[in-house]
Each structure stands twice: as C-alpha cells, then as structure tokens.
C-alpha cells in the first residue's frame, strides 16, 4: 500500500503481506523492478519509523523555521546566486 511519494521512481510502501505481523516500509525503486533490492525495508513498522523520526526532532537532529529559507535556498545564496 502505498503511503508516501518521493516525487521520482520511487515510491514508499507499507508490506502488507503478513496479517499477524507488523508491516515493514519498504522503498520501491520501480526502477530497479525485479531486481533483489527494487523494494528494500527500511523500517520495520510504520510506528517504528515515525517513533524514529520524533526522537529524531526531540534532540534537535532536524527542526524548521518557518522564517529561514530552505536548504537549497540557503546553499544558492552562499555559493552567490
């Protein structure tokens, strides 16, 4: 199932192959279809991913400011453009 987009190939997914069990993220490289690593897992519960993610922001890992420009808008203007 399909959860969240990445804005290219590819695509994140929940597994939802086992009924009794919690379902994995998986990143599909539609790509690299059939290929051993076209659907990796990278979390092995969407709540675990998103329990990642808030410890990640408690200890200031990542923050926003509505105020400061983003990433790539800050790397133009130190590179002067």
Known sequence: MPIFATGGSSKIALDCTAPDAPSPLRQID????GADHYAQAFAPSL??????AVRSLSVGRYDYNADRPMAADRLGQQNGS
Request: proline fraction near 0%.
């Open 30 to 33: 539609w790509d690299c279809f």
């Open 47 to 52: 709540g675990e991913y998103i329990g990642r």
